[in-house]
């Protein structure tokens, strides 16, 4: 990017699980691998029983959700979720006009659906929510009545303090219960949530706010992680400070977590604490209509600001009730937990709404893999009994590094399923995974979805299907995968077959639209392949029809789950005097899966020194959080440019991650800045 582009300040990402890699690491890692499925290895194969019965259901099922996904998941939605108007009408609209919507004429209400129906069919004394709190002796468990009770208290709070229906509440909590109790009270009240991870800095909140128009905040004094304080509100004092944000943000609602001294503006802040508790139990919930949105999400694209991506009521509910159920084989006394940040994709659908929707029982980390030792997660599925482990690869990686004897010294034998999500688990991490922990019984579910899809899209279903090490497998219900010519926008039929990846048909948990800008929501997800749903992702399928996701074929970096748009991270460093011009790739890293490698030509004169490197580092937390920070600065005197001025950015990810075959550097308009770069990058 050069240093006239427009300057963004915003940015974003996703996954989010509790997790900072160490750079230190070298473990083996093969993220896009095809290591052959051992098919003699019984372990391989789910401990689930009845595998030939389910095997024949769901192909009977997904079969009828292909053919006729209208009245699949309309006879689905009436008997999944609790309407006060049933709907009439199952999908309108397409993926070609840009305008899907699912169950329009419906009336419900997406909290009532998660807590109260559970309550009323007598499970209010089940545990809804288990909290486990950055120290492992900090647990607390809510009952369905009791979390229904904390929800309705906070929804009153907000409407006595002037929150309609439709109105914008951002959210930047550290993961307590109050996050998911915050996000369901809008949806109470039918406010639309837009949560904001934890880890974003100031500038990223201040985005977020204007550009979604949001006139209430939610956060806290500060949030525990790891044994340190992070101070929230001091930084949302920071983005409120600043004009775009200034303009709008009426009140700030401040929850207690850390008990420090903070700032307060009179007239703007609240502690909530002290409000709920004059609150009353009762609030009733709002009747909304299923085309209603439920929240916005910001994800980050390959170009531009970072989209809200929007989440509507009816359809988004009933695909994350019916992914949870059948990509975890959830059971009614399951222990579940996932444990992402509730700031990501992954925590609304698979922390808040699906496990709820389902009247399970969910699980709230608050901590880090690593805190207070690497035998953290383990110490939590022994403590608790968890069946149901939901994480990342680049978080199994890491503790892949402490060896076997962590995990063992825990029992983990309630483990039923595990699950994976982020990017393509490479092999040596799900055998660990699969054999270490899993002890060769629990089945290793491999999940394919973004932000977008609002839940799995591609899987390989416990009980159903025989996982391979490093391959979603294909569609889950509903779900009609398709691999395109990436030019021609042709389907390619059959096995052995490479691509990009594509829905052709709408499923309910489809995002509707981006907030403010449906144009761009059709140019990028459904105008380049007309008909299909295009997920930015390349893929292959292999000679058993299995799919494998080859990562993302825009200008996207997924990092240790993150997804973090390079437009972004260029603007954060163009945006440093010394910089003139920036270029960002992603480049294969041990543990993160992709590292951030970035390219900054200097002024005149300027030479990069250690202080700089920090300094750039220091533009990109600030800008976006520390989540992004890049693990490589090289010093790029020239970037390598086709004669059209195109950076060939090919050759930049080869040279990051130390990739000697460079091919063709004939159409460079100066090949000779290639070698310096090569140079540089070992610096
Ligand atoms: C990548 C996260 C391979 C992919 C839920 C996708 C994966 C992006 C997998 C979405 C997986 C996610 N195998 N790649 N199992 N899961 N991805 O929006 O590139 O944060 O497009 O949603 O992560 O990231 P997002």
């Known amino acids: ?43 391989r194969l789910g401990n689930l029983g009845l595998l030939s019965t389910k095997k024949t259901a769901f192909e009977s099922d997904y079969a009828s959700s292909i053919d006729n996904p209208s009245d699949y998941w309309f006879n689905l939605a009436k008997e999944k979720l609790d309407w006060y108007t049933q709907p009439t009408k199952s999908l309108t609209g397409g993926l070609a006009t840009a305008d899907v ?83 369901l009270a809008c949806a109470r009240i039918g406010a639309v949530h837009s949560v904001v991870f934890a880890g974003f800095s100031e500038d990223a909140i201040a985005d977020r706010i204007a550009a979604s128009g949001s006139k209430f905040v939610f956060t806290s004094d500060g949030g525990l992680r790891g044994g340190r304080t992070i101070k929230l509100k001091q930084t949302v004092d920071n983005a409120i400070a600043k004009d775009r944000a200034k303009v709008l943000v009426e009140k700030v609602f401040v929850f207690k977590r850390t008990n420090e001294d903070v700032n307060f503006v009179d007239g703007r802040d609240l502690w909530a604490d002290d409000l709920l508790s004059s609150q009353s139990t009762e609030c009733p919930a709002e009747v909304m209509g299923a085309e209603d949105p439920l929240f916005i999400l910001y994800t980050s694209g390959s170009t531009g600001q970072p989209k809200g991506i929007l989440h509507t009521t009816g359809g988004y509910l009933l695909y994350a009730q019916h992914t949870t159920a059948t990509s975890f084989d959830l059971q009614p006394d399951d222990i579940y937990a996932c444990v992402a940040d509730a700031g990501w994709i992954t925590g609304h ?28 997660y383990w110490d939590m599925i022994q403590r608790h009994k968890i069946n149901i482990f939901y ?17 063992k010294k825990y029992d983990l034998s309630s483990l039923r399923v595990l699950g994976s999500v982020g990017e393509p688990i490479n092999p040596a991490a799900w055998d660990w995974y699969n054999d270490v922990i899993g002890g060769g019984k629990a089945t290793v579910v491999d999940t394919y979805w973004q932000t977008e899809t609002g839940g799995h899209v591609a899987l390989n279903l416990p009980g159903v299907h025989e996982p391979k090490a490093g391959s979603c497998r294909g569609g889950t219900y509903g779900i009609d995968l398709a691999i395109l010519d990436p030019k021609s926008g042709e389907v390619i039929e ?31 997800y459904l105008q380049p392949y007309p008909g299909f749903y295009f997920a930015g992702d390349g893929a292959r399928r292999d000679s058993s029809g299995y799919i494998w996701v080859t990562g993302r074929v825009d200008d996207v970096i997924n990092s240790s789950g993150h997804r973090i748009g390079t437009a972004e991270l260029e603007s954060s460093l163009v945006s440093h005097p010394l910089v003139a011009q920036a270029a960002v ?29 920090k300094d750039l580092k220091q533009a990109v937390r600030s800008s976006i959080g520390p989540f992004a920070t890049p693990d490589m600065i090289i010093e790029a005197p020239a970037l390598p440019m086709t004669r059209s001025g195109k950076i060939m950015r090919r050759i930049l990810r080869k040279i990051a991650g130390g990739d000697t075959e460079l091919g063709d550097t004939s159409t460079l308009a100066d090949p000779t800045c290639v070698g310096v770069l090569v140079e540089n990058a070992k610096a």
């Open 1 to 43: 990017m050069l240093k006239c582009a427009a300057l963004l300040t915003a940015t974003c990402l996703v996954e989010g699980f509790a997790f900072t890699p160490s750079p230190t690491v070298s473990l083996p890692i093969l993220a896009h691998s095809s290591k052959p499925f051992r098919a003699d290895n019984p372990r």
């Open 101 to 183: 919507k699912w169950f329009e004429d419906g009336k419900l209400n997406a909290c009532y659906n998660c807590i109260d129906r559970h309550i009323e069919n007598g499970r209010g004394g089940k545990t809804a929510i288990i909290f486990e709190g950055d120290e492992p002796s900090d647990v607390t468990k809510y009952s369905y009545t009791e979390v229904l009770a904390r929800v309705s208290k906070i929804a009153n709070m907000m409407k006595s303090n002037g929150v309609k229906k439709g109105d914008v509440v951002t959210i930047y909590m550290p993961m307590t219960p109050d996050i998911i109790f915050s996000m």
């Open 349 to 376: 659908t698979y922390i808040c709404y699906g496990p709820l929707l389902n009247g399970a029982t969910s699980t709230v980390f608050e901590s880090t893999p690593l805190y207070p030792d690497e035998g953290r």
């Open 391 to 407: 994480t990342a690869p680049t978080a199994i990686r890491s503790l892949m590094r402490f060896g076997d004897e962590p995990p």
């Open 494 to 524: 059959g096995n052995d077959v490479e691509g990009v990846l594509a829905i052709s048909k709408p499923w309910p948990g489809m995002a509707r639209t981006c907030l403010g800008d449906h144009e761009r929501y059709k140019t990028t």
């Open 585 to 613: 790739v992603g480049y294969p890293h041990d543990i993160k899966g992709e590292g951030v490698a970035c390219y900054c030509t200097l002024t005149k004169g300027t030479a990069m020194t250690d202080d700089l490197r």
